[in-house]
C-alpha cells in the first residue's frame, strides 16, 4: 500500500512562492498519475494539478497555469509542486493524491483515484 506525505506548506504573502512536496512510502509504479488537490474553506476540493509518473504529461487548473509547475523525481520516489505569484485564492489545504493518469490523457484535467492520499498540508497566503 503506498502512503503519501506532503510537507513545505506555510504562510507566505501575495507574490510570493512556495514548493510542496509529496513523498511516497515506496516506488510510485510508472502507470500511476500523481496529483495536487486543493481544498479551501467553504469550498469543494478541486484538482490544481498532475502527471503521469511515465512520460511526465502535466496538467495544471486554468487557475495556476502559468504559475505553479509539477514535477517528479523519480529516484527519490517524490513529486513537487512549485508555486509562484501565489494569491489570496490559493489559500487553502494541498493534498497529494493517485490520479487517473487515462482520465488526465482523454480530458486534459485531473481526476483523483479515491485511494491514496496524504495528510494535506496548509497553505497561507495573507499578508
Known amino acids: 500500500q503506498l502512503q503519501l506525505v506532503e510537507s513545505g506548506g506555510g504562510l507566505v504573502q501575495p507574490g510570493g512562492s512556495l514548493t510542496l512536496s509529496c513523498a511516497a512510502s515506496?516506488?510510485?509504479?510508472?502507470?500511476?498519475?500523481i496529483g495536487w488537490f486543493r481544498q479551501a474553506p467553504g469550498k469543494e476540493r478541486e484538482g490544481v494539478s498532475c502527471?503521469?509518473?511515465?512520460?511526465?504529461?502535466?496538467n495544471y487548473a486554468d487557475s495556476v497555469k502559468g504559475r505553479f509547475t509539477i514535477s517528479r523525481d523519480n529516484a527519490k520516489n517524490t513529486v513537487y509542486l512549485q508555486m509562484n505569484s501565489l494569491k489570496s485564492e490559493d489559500t487553502g489545504i494541498y493534498y497529494c493524491?493517485?490520479?487517473?493518469?487515462?482520465?488526465?490523457?482523454?480530458?486534459?484535467?485531473?481526476?483523483?483515484?479515491?485511494?491514496?492520499w496524504g495528510q494535506g498540508t496548509q497553505v497561507t497566503v495573507s499578508s
Open positions: 493524491a493517485r490520479s487517473d493518469p487515462l482520465y488526465q490523457v482523454r480530458t486534459g484535467t485531473c481526476r483523483n483515484l479515491g485511494d491514496y
Open positions: 515506496g516506488l510510485i509504479p510508472n502507470y500511476y498519475g
Open positions: 502527471i503521469r509518473i511515465s512520460g511526465g504529461d502535466t
